[in-house]
Nanobody, 128 residues
């Protein structure tokens, strides 16, 4: 089992920045990819960003490309999502996820169905 705990959500004005953290524990050696997803009220959970656990391949949703950065300190098991130039439409609950599926070794999957472990979520609210 892998446990994921997110930190860093909050309220920020449009144009501001936030950094989310996701601390992984447990069988982290079984992780092949980590990702961030978000879900706004009345909408489906959507992909935001992901990278392979080795950080050799990273993918972003078009809506956040150039504004958000996913990263991980190789010495740690914490994954970050740096969010800059935030917009009101970025308002959502953000979830960290990890996949133990080996096919994610080279390219991380975009669908939440491909992720096995999830954090509890953290609210991000961007005011206009």
């Amino acid at each position: 089992q892998v446990q994921l705990v997110e930190y860093g959500g909050g309220t920020v004005q449009a144009g501001g920045s936030l950094r989310l953290s996701c601390a992984a524990s447990g069988r982290t050696f079984s992780i092949y990819a980590v990702g961030w997803f978000r879900q706004a009220p009345g909408k489906e959970r959507e992909f935001v960003a992901a990278h392979t656990w080795s950080v050799t391949n990273t993918r972003y949703a078009d809506s956040v490309k150039g504004r958000f950065t996913i990263s991980r300190d190789n010495a740690e098991t914490t994954v970050y999502l740096q969010m800059n130039s935030l917009k009101p439409e970025d308002t959502a609950v953000y979830y960290c996820a990890a996949s133990a599926q080996s096919y994610n070794y080279y390219i991380p999957a975009l669908s939440p169905d491909n992720y096995d472990y999830w954090g509890q979520g953290t609210q991000v609210t961007v005011s206009s």
